[in-house]
């Protein structure tokens, strides 16, 4: 994978040990703050009753109300730690779980890239150049005088291709150090020029050969079937002849090896009775630069894309074919979901002491079962479809949660509870219409709280003396 890929930034990570050792310290200060908070009341009720221990019946009974409510808030926070000490890891877990699949699209999606990494082939269409001498002026001066002298000069001008009839053939094989593609082209091409000036007869062919390549091999121009020499080293600029009127035709070929595109650039010309017809034997290809063909004929893995023009065309862009990737979609969301998967645990921990009696056991279990299950979606995400994933685990979310009720009323009260405040909620931050499902789990959960509380949809008394013996067994 690649090493730029990279977690999210700033969000804590239980594999850093760093951050392991300043949560620890931040823990244990409030852990302590929160002791020193609960023992200080406790002290300052014990002393308030100690010194009102003679006073009138109103003051102690007053006293004695303090005290069960002090007692009841030591019972409610007994609940809150629990529910602290599981929120807290679980935060972390989640958070650790997010930057890592964070991670892992990341370099899902810069291994893709390095597929298709590498400079393009480009192909520049030949020009076919001519000087000419053009009389121009300047003024100067001399011995103080503003004097007008005039001179001719040379300058370049360029015949338009009267035809130009181009096959190309793309084979891509794998870069096996990079892990990414690369073409194989063979390239043969015909251009068709007249000379359409009545003074001028002497021209240059130029043309270059590809930019972007890796190796080029067999790289000849022809005219007429007689193989042309370049002048210089280097220099793919070919002298040539060619009475007004007359006209000639010249064959690029070559076989070149280079990035995973190739292109046929204008470079701004005019082109006239223009076909280009490029073969890539491999799948997925795809034309490239938005100029769309006038026939792409699929064969087994092999495409073909053919331009035609049979009268003049100006073209900005460059006719082309690259290799088409898979798009990776839906990146982030396993990674939101986690962030906020917290959130979620305590709605449904609160759904659940409004629907049923609970217990210490029973948190601790419905809370590792929660994020047990958000450990195996992170990891069955990346497999297969996410939301197929959590409709599976959701089954066995609610296999395990019909035992938190002693009865079948409290069984059943545990999973609609379950439903909509766990099921639901992870459903919708995994589907396009997170808002709509999310509102619809909100409803849902207010609709379950009124109508187990307003009208009457209480477990039976034989039901909830079951349920206080199981709690109290435990």
């Not at 300043?22 to 002791?35: C, D, I, N, P």
């Not at 109300?65 to 807290?88: D, F, I, K, P």
């Not at 790289?219 to 006209?247: A, C, W």
């Not at 709509?436 to 009124?450: E, Q, R």
Request: glycine share 6%; net charge positive; hydrophobic share 45%.
């Amino acid at each position: 994978m690649s090493s730029s890929a990279q977690g999210i930034p700033g969000l804590p990570d239980l594999t850093h040990p760093i951050e392991l050792v300043q949560f620890g310290t931040q823990a244990l200060k409030a852990s302590l703050l929160l002791v020193f908070l609960v023992i200080a009341l406790g002290v300052a009720i014990a002393l308030v009753s100690f010194s009102l221990r003679r006073s009138q019946p109103e003051q102690l009974i007053f006293i004695g109300e303090w005290a069960v409510g002090y007692s009841q808030l030591l019972r409610g926070l007994q609940h809150l730690t629990l529910v602290l000490v599981l929120l807290v890891p679980g935060f972390f877990l989640c958070s650790t779980l997010s930057n890592r699949y964070h991670h892992w699209e990341q370099a899902k999606v810069a291994q893709v890239a390095q597929t298709v990494a590498g400079e393009k082939l480009e192909q520049f269409a030949p020009q076919v150049r001519y000087s000419i001498r053009e009389p121009y002026s300047y003024t100067t001066q001399v011995n103080g005088k503003i004097v007008k002298v005039n001179q001719t000069r040379e300058i370049n001008r360029f015949l338009m291709l009267a035809g130009s009839q181009i096959q190309v053939k793309l084979d891509q094989s794998v870069d096996v150090p990079g892990r990414s593609s690369i073409y194989q082209v063979n390239y043969t091409a015909d251009y068709k020029v007249i000379n359409q000036l009545k003074d001028i007869n002497n021209f240059f062919f130029e043309a270059p050969p590809p930019n972007g390549y890796t190796l080029l091999a067999r790289y000849k121009i022809e005219r007429d079937g007689t193989r042309l020499q370049p002048t210089n080293t280097g220099d793919y600029n070919f002298p040539f002849s060619l009475q007004p009127g007359e006209e000639t035709t010249f064959r690029v070929t070559y076989e070149a090896q280079g990035g995973p595109r190739w292109v046929y650039s204008a470079t701004g010309q005019l082109l006239s009775n223009f076909c280009l017809t490029a073969t890539a034997n491999f799948a997925p290809a795809d034309f490239a630069s938005g100029i769309v063909p006038n026939e792409i004929k699929v064969d087994g893995r092999s495409t073909r894309f053919t331009w035609k023009f049979d009268d003049n065309v100006s073209v900005k862009n460059p006719f082309g074919v690259f290799t088409n990737t898979e798009p990776i979609r839906h990146t982030g969301v396993i990674p939101r979901l986690l962030l906020l998967a917290p959130a979620i645990f305590l709605w449904w921990i609160l759904l659940l002491y409004l629907s049923l009696p609970m217990n210490f056991k029973n948190i601790a279990i419905a809370a590792s079962i929660f994020f047990a299950c958000l450990l195996t979606l992170t990891y069955l995400a990346r497999v297969i479809n996410a939301q197929l994933a959590w409709t599976l685990i959701s089954i066995i979310l609610l296999i395990l949660t019909w035992g938190l009720g002693a009865s079948r009323s409290a069984s059943l009260a545990a999973i609609v509870a379950t439903i909509t405040g766990a099921v639901l909620p992870i459903f919708g931050l995994l589907v396009p219409f997170s808002g709509l499902t999310l509102s619809l789990a909100g409803f849902l959960s207010a609709v379950w709280l009124t109508v187990r509380h307003w009208y009457g949809w209480y477990m039976h008394p034989e039901d909830q003396r079951l349920q206080a013996q199981k709690n109290a067994k435990y």
